[in-house]
């Protein structure tokens, strides 16, 4: 056996939320409902810029996939020099630790939240504090009082994954302003385009205030591209040269970076999809709460009911008995909006609590 790294005994292996068997997977026979996909294919412009894009395979893509940049610095109104592309926004979760956290160093997230964060810190020697939610959601006065000297890097998942909740810009202003200036706060906003732009705030408002302050949006959830794997920062431009610097060369395939541009493009057509997800989605919550499920208020592409373990497991079993697959999280199950046919589906299998063991943990 080999000799491994001390910090390898703290990094558990990532468990995808899809878990059916090869054969379900050839034949399509699952109703997803564990990973936060899009429902829908990709449109028709971006299967043809994905088919222009695969007769160059045999070269290596544009490093600097300046023309994304390009187009996403539209799209935000920042400098190209701003942003900086990953193999999904993992990837730049990953530079973002790498660049500023020591060994022995901390990085403060909340719990339940996206569990690739502490495996990140784990991996890079450093220590993670875990901060409770609180009702479900973030509490930004604990999120504050938990950084110290130690304190490197500060994730904010939001819309928090798995519960849907959201930050108000009130208190996002809140905890960024209390992060000391030298302590990089990563706001993640994976699931931002799902957000009601009355009630989300999002960081992106707020980078031209802090230098420290990166934040996080992806390809995979809104625009339908999960299997591309493409993501993206946007940040000072000095942290932004740093992350550059901590990137994996050529990341980012050919056929991604022509497919994200494409899915810019389309973007009135995007935003009809994006719609109707938000529409399914306040409708099953509705309907699930109606059976007598707690459901937090959720901005994302899922919703999460809160169970303990013995209603999670039987909630879990009993959706698998029907072929849909759903994610087991902390306190609860998490479940993604799919087509309506879908989500049928899913509240047949369900059913009430009533109907599943009584014993349940607080909301996260």
């Not at 690739?116 to 875990?130: N, Q």
């Not at 799902?194 to 302050?213: I, K, T, V």
């Not at 072929?323 to 049928?344: A, D, F, Q, Y």
Request: with cysteine; hydrophobic share 45%; aromatic share 6%.
């Amino acid at each position: 056996m080999i000799r491994v790294r001390t910090a390898m005994e703290a990094v558990p292996a990532y468990v995808a939320g899809r878990q059916g068997s090869f054969a379900d997977a050839v034949n399509q026979d699952l109703t997803q409902l564990a990973s936060n996909e899009s429902p829908f294919p990709p449109l028709p412009s971006v299967l043809a810029a994905i088919a222009g894009a695969a007769t160059d395979v045999n070269r290596y893509p544009d490093i600097d996939g300046l023309l994304l940049r390009a187009r996403l610095a539209d799209l935000h109104g920042v400098d190209v020099d701003q942003i900086v592309l990953g193999c999904g926004s993992i990837e730049v979760c990953r530079q973002a630790v790498t660049i500023a956290a020591d060994p022995d160093s901390e990085v403060v997230h909340a719990w339940p939240t996206f569990p690739e964060y502490a495996t990140i810190t784990a991996l890079a020697g450093a220590r993670a504090r875990r901060v409770p939610l609180v009702e479900a959601r973030h509490d930004v006065e604990a999120m504050a009082e938990a950084v110290t000297e130690q304190t490197r890097v500060v994730f904010v998942c939001n819309p928090n994954n798995p519960t849907g909740t959201a930050l108000t810009r009130a208190e996002l202003v809140t905890l960024v302003e209390a992060v000391p200036s030298w302590c990089l706060v990563v706001v993640d906003e994976a699931y931002a385009d799902f957000a009601d732009p009355r009630e989300f705030g999002s960081a992106l408002e707020l980078l031209g205030l802090h230098q420290n302050l990166l934040v996080l949006r992806t390809f995979s959830k809104a625009y339908g591209l999960a299997g591309l794997r493409v993501g993206y920062g946007v940040a000072d431009v000095e942290v932004a040269s740093l992350l550059l610097r901590a990137r994996i060369p050529f990341g980012v395939s050919s056929i991604a970076l022509a497919a994200a541009v494409a899915s810019i493009d389309a973007g009135p057509e995007l935003a009809a999809r994006v719609a109707t997800v938000r529409t399914e989605r306040d409708r099953m919550a509705t309907q699930l709460t109606g059976l007598g499920w707690e459901i937090p208020s959720s901005q994302a592409n899922f919703l999460w009911i809160a169970m303990g373990e013995a209603q999670a497991t039987a909630a879990a079993r009993r959706c698998a008995e029907s072929r849909i697959v759903v994610r087991r999280s902390p306190g609860g199950v998490r479940v993604t909006i799919g087509t309506e046919e879908e989500n049928g589906r899913l509240l047949d299998a369900l059913g009430s609590p009533a109907d599943l063991p009584s014993t349940r943990s607080a909301a996260p």
